[in-house]
C-alpha cells in the first residue's frame, strides 16, 4: 500500500480520505483487542478443549484415550449423572420460580409504601444475603438445618418435636433444604430489579386500572406483570443460570449427598476431575451443562426482548 | 381510614417483615452462636448468658486471618481495575466506534455471558499447569479477568450506547481524536457505570471460590471465600469458632455492600435492564 502522506491531497482527495477511514476504524481493533485477548485465552479456548476432551478417556496424567462418544452417552445412561442434571432442574423451582414470585409480591407492597426509610430498609435488608459469598451463605444455613439449628428449635418450641431431624442429612428433606437456601440468595436481587422495574411503569396506567373498578390484584395483572416483562427476563435469566450452575452452596452444605440426593452438575464435574480422575467425563458433562444453560435462556431472552 | 384500608396495611406490612425476617435471621443465628462459650454446642438462636466477644479474636488467629484478607486484596487489586479498563475501552469501542467485525466479537463475548464457571474449570486447570502458574495468585486472576470479561462489556456497551451522539460529534468538531474525546469527555460521564461496575467485580473476585479451591492448594494465598471454604474443612465441627470466621470474612462485603448501596443498586437496576 502507498503511503498516504506522499499523495498529494490537492490532487487525489477521493484517494485519502477512505484510506484514511480504513486506517481508523482498523485501529478501533486496538481498543476491543485486551478485552477480546483475555476472554478468548481464558474462556474461548478452554472450551474448545472441554469439547474435545469430552471425546477422550483421560486420568488427567497418562495419555489420553480416544473414546468415542461413550462420556456422552454416560449423560444419559449413568443414574447419578442423569440425577444430577435433574436436581439442577429442581433447583430452578427454588432459585427462580419461589424468588421470582416473592419478589413479585414484596416489590408490589414497597411501590405501594411512602418513600422512607422502611422501603429502604427493606430493600436493603433483602439485598443483604445476594452480596455475601454463597459459602458464608452454605455454612450459614449448614447451621440453620443441624440437629441443634433454628429450624428445629423453631419446631421444638410449637410442639413439632417429632418431625425435627438433620435436615441436610435426610434422604427426602436435602434437595428442598438446600433450594430454600436459593431462595433466601435470590429474594433479594429480584426484589430490587422488580421494583425498578415497577417505578418506571407510567402511573397513568394504575390509575386508568383504578378508574375501571380495578382491585389490587386485577392491577397486578393487567398492569404490573406486563409492564416488568423486561425486567423478569433478566431475573429469570439470572437466577436460571445461578440454579443450572449451582456449586459453591451445594459442595459447601452437603458434598451432594446424602447418597446422590443433591448431586448437581456443578459438583459432579469438580469430583469427576479432581477427586476421580475422569477427565473425559467431567468435560461431557461440562459441555453439556453449558449447552442446556444456553438452551434454557434462548427462549427468555427473545421472550423479554419482544415489543 | 377505612378498617379494610387499615387490615391491607398491617397485612402488608406484617408480609415484608416476614420477608425481611427470613433474610436476617440465618446472619442473626450465626450471631449469636459466635458468642457462645468456646467448643460449646448453643440452640439456634439465643443470645448467651456470657457473651464471649474473644471468640472473634480466637477465629481470627485461627483462620489466619491477616493473610487471607491481604490475598484476597492482592487478588481483588490483580482483577477489578484491569477488568473493568479493557471492558469500558471495549464496551466504547463495541457501541461509539465502527468496529471491524464488532458483531461477530460482540457475539462471541454475549455466549460467554451463559458460561459457568464449572464448565471451564478441568481445561483451566490443565492450562494454568502447563504455564507453570498452578498455586499462585495470577492463576486465580488472569481467568477471573477472562471470566468477568463479558458481563463488563455487556455492561459498559449498555452505558456507551446511551450516550448522546451529539455529544461525540460536538468533539469531533472541536478537532478532538478518538482517544481524547473518550477521556475527556466519554468516561467521566460513564463514571456511574463504571464504578457500580468496580463493586460488582470487587463482589465477584472477593466472593470467588471455585477457582481458589481448585487452582490454589495453600489457603492463604486464596481468596477470603476460599479461605473461609478451607476453614470450614478444618474447624466444621466446633460451631462457635466457624461462625464467628464465617462473620468476620463476610464482614468486607457487607461493609462496600452498605457503603456503596445507594449508586450500586440504581447503577444495577439500569444496566442489567438496558
Known amino acids: 500500500m502507498t503511503d498516504p502522506s506522499s499523495v498529494p491531497a490537492a490532487r487525489q482527495p477521493a484517494a485519502r480520505r477512505p484510506s484514511a477511514r480504513r486506517r481508523r476504524r482498523w485501529s478501533a481493533l486496538l481498543w476491543v483487542a485486551p478485552a477480546f485477548g483475555?476472554?478468548?485465552?481464558?474462556?474461548?479456548?478452554?472450551?474448545?478443549?472441554?469439547?474435545?476432551?469430552?471425546?477422550?478417556?483421560?486420568?488427567?496424567?497418562?495419555?489420553?484415550?480416544?473414546?468415542?462418544?461413550?462420556?456422552?452417552?454416560?449423560?444419559?445412561?449413568?443414574?447419578?449423572?442423569?440425577?444430577?442434571?435433574?436436581?439442577?432442574?429442581?433447583?430452578?423451582?427454588?432459585y427462580t420460580v419461589l424468588p421470582v414470585g416473592l419478589g413479585l409480591v414484596a416489590a408490589s407492597l414497597i411501590r405501594e409504601l411512602k418513600p422512607g426509610a422502611f422501603s429502604t430498609t427493606a430493600r436493603v435488608v433483602l439485598f443483604v444475603p445476594q452480596v455475601l459469598p454463597l459459602v458464608a451463605a452454605g455454612i450459614a444455613w449448614t447451621w440453620m438445618y443441624s440437629s441443634d439449628g433454628l429450624v428445629n428449635q423453631v419446631m421444638r418450641a410449637v410442639g413439632l418435636d417429632q418431625y425435627t431431624r438433620a435436615w441436610l442429612g435426610d434422604f427426602t428433606f436435602a434437595l428442598p433444604a438446600v433450594g430454600v437456601i436459593g431462595v433466601w440468595v435470590m429474594l433479594g436481587f429480584c426484589t430490587v430489579l422488580l421494583l425498578a422495574g415497577?417505578?418506571?411503569?407510567?402511573?397513568?396506567?394504575?390509575?386508568?386500572?383504578?378508574?375501571?373498578?380495578?382491585?389490587?390484584?386485577?392491577?397486578?395483572?393487567?398492569?404490573?406483570?406486563?409492564?416488568?416483562?423486561?425486567?423478569?427476563?433478566?431475573?429469570?435469566?439470572?437466577?436460571?443460570?445461578?440454579?443450572?450452575?449451582?456449586?459453591?452452596?451445594?459442595?459447601?452444605?452437603?458434598?451432594?449427598?446424602?447418597?446422590?440426593?443433591?448431586?448437581?452438575p456443578g459438583v459432579q464435574i469438580y469430583r469427576l476431575t479432581f477427586l476421580q480422575q475422569h477427565v473425559g467425563q467431567a468435560s461431557a458433562l461440562a459441555v453439556f451443562l453449558a449447552v442446556l444453560v444456553l438452551v434454557v435462556i434462548w427462549p427468555i431472552q427473545r421472550l423479554g426482548r419482544e415489543k | 381510614m377505612t378498617t379494610s384500608g387499615l387490615a391491607h396495611r398491617v397485612t402488608r406490612t406484617g408480609i415484608l417483615l416476614a420477608l425481611m425476617l427470613f433474610a436476617v435471621v440465618p446472619l442473626l443465628s450465626m450471631f449469636t452462636t459466635a458468642l457462645a462459650a468456646p467448643g460449646s454446642t448453643p440452640q439456634g438462636l439465643s443470645w448467651p448468658?456470657?457473651?464471649?466477644?474473644?471468640?472473634?479474636?480466637?477465629?481470627?488467629?485461627?483462620?489466619?486471618?491477616?493473610?487471607?484478607f491481604r490475598s484476597s486484596t492482592l487478588i481483588v487489586l490483580g482483577v477489578v481495575p484491569a477488568t473493568v479498563a479493557m471492558a469500558t475501552a471495549a464496551g466504547y469501542a463495541l457501541a461509539q466506534l465502527n468496529v471491524p467485525f464488532g458483531k461477530a466479537i460482540y457475539g462471541f463475548l454475549l455466549i460467554g455471558l451463559t458460561l459457568p464457571f464449572e464448565a471451564l474449570i478441568t481445561p483451566l486447570y490443565y492450562d494454568l499447569r502447563s504455564m507453570g502458574l498452578l498455586g499462585t495468585r495470577l492463576a486465580i486472576v488472569l481467568p477471573l479477568i477472562g471470566l468477568l470479561m463479558p458481563f463488563g462489556v455487556f455492561w459498559m456497551r449498555a452505558h456507551?450506547?446511551?450516550?448522546?451522539?451529539?455529544?461525540?460529534?460536538?468533539?469531533?468538531?472541536?478537532?478532538?481524536?478518538?482517544?481524547q474525546t473518550f477521556r475527556r469527555i466519554h468516561l467521566p460521564l460513564a463514571t456511574s457505570a463504571w464504578s457500580a461496575l468496580s463493586v460488582l467485580f470487587?463482589?465477584?473476585?472477593?466472593?470467588?471460590?471455585?477457582?481458589?479451591?481448585?487452582?490454589?492448594?495453600d489457603p492463604t494465598k486464596r481468596t477470603v471465600a476460599g479461605g473461609l471454604g478451607a476453614f470450614q474443612g478444618q474447624y466444621g465441627t466446633d460451631i462457635v469458632l466457624l461462625c464467628a470466621g464465617s462473620l468476620l470474612i463476610i464482614l468486607p462485603s457487607l461493609v462496600i455492600f452498605l457503603i456503596f448501596q445507594r449508586n450500586f443498586v440504581k447503577a444495577l437496576m439500569q444496566g442489567a435492564v438496558k
Not at chain 1, 230 to 255: G, K, P, Y
Not at chain 2, 160 to 179: H, S
Request: charged share 15%.
Open chain 2, 160 to 179: 456507551f450506547l446511551g450516550a448522546e451522539p451529539a455529544i461525540t460529534e460536538a468533539a469531533k468538531v472541536d478537532g478532538a481524536n478518538t482517544w
Open chain 1, 38 to 94: 483475555m476472554y478468548g485465552v481464558f474462556v474461548l479456548f478452554p472450551m474448545l478443549q472441554s469439547v474435545q476432551y469430552s471425546f477422550y478417556d483421560w486420568d488427567g496424567i497418562g495419555p489420553a484415550t480416544p473414546a468415542g462418544l461413550d462420556n456422552w452417552k454416560a449423560i444419559f445412561t449413568q443414574p447419578e449423572l442423569l440425577q444430577s442434571v435433574v436436581h439442577a432442574f429442581v433447583l430452578v423451582l427454588f
Open chain 2, 202 to 217: 470487587f463482589l465477584a473476585s472477593w466472593n470467588q471460590y471455585l477457582l481458589p479451591l481448585v487452582l490454589v492448594d
Open chain 2, 49 to 68: 448468658s456470657d457473651p464471649h466477644w474473644h471468640n472473634f479474636v480466637d477465629a481470627w488467629s485461627a483462620a489466619n486471618f491477616v493473610a487471607l
Open chain 1, 198 to 264: 415497577i417505578g418506571k411503569i407510567d402511573p397513568v396506567l394504575y390509575e386508568a386500572a383504578r378508574l375501571d373498578g380495578a382491585g389490587p390484584v386485577r392491577e397486578f395483572f393487567a398492569v404490573t406483570l406486563p409492564g416488568l416483562r423486561r425486567e423478569l427476563a433478566v431475573c429469570t435469566t439470572f437466577t436460571i443460570i445461578a440454579a443450572l450452575a449451582s456449586f459453591d452452596v451445594v459442595q459447601i452444605a452437603t458434598q451432594g449427598g446424602p447418597g446422590y440426593q443433591t448431586m448437581v
